[in-house]
């Protein structure tokens, strides 16, 4: 089993930041990947960016792409989100999730996910 515990989320103003945070811990938690995801009201669960664990590679959805990034902390089995110049189409439930699959972005293939966090931007 992987737990995942997301932490970090909260509520702010337009053009603020905030720091995201995902734990990981139990067998092979050393996947090919994690990623963190968000699911805004009445919408689908959305990718929002993945990093390799290993080499540590990075990708982004082109909506988040020059705001927000992607890192991790191999020591501390922790990945992190942050998000710079947020805006009100942010807000969203962000989950990180797990993969052993290379190179996916689709929900269905990752496997573990932690619970998620709120982040609410006003405007």
């Known amino acids: 089993q992987v737990q995942l515990v997301e932490s970090g989320g909260g509520l702010v103003q337009a053009g603020g930041s905030l720091r995201l945070s995902c734990a990981a811990s139990?067998?092979?938690?050393?996947?090919?990947?994690m990623a963190w995801f968000r699911q805004a009201p009445g919408k689908e669960r959305e990718f929002v960016a993945r990093?390799?664990?290993?080499?540590?590679?990075?990708d982004y959805a082109d909506s988040v792409k020059g705001r927000f990034a992607i890192s991790r902390d191999n020591a501390k089995n922790t990945v992190f989100l942050q998000m710079n110049s947020l805006k009100p189409e942010d807000t969203a439930v962000y989950y990180c999730a797990s993969t052993p699959v290379i190179g996916t972005t689709t929900p269905s293939q990752y496997d573990y996910w932690g619970q998620g966090t709120q982040v609410t931007v006003s405007s």
């Open positions: 139990g067998r092979f938690f050393r996947r090919y990947a």
């Open positions: 990093i390799t664990w290993i080499v540590g590679t990075t």
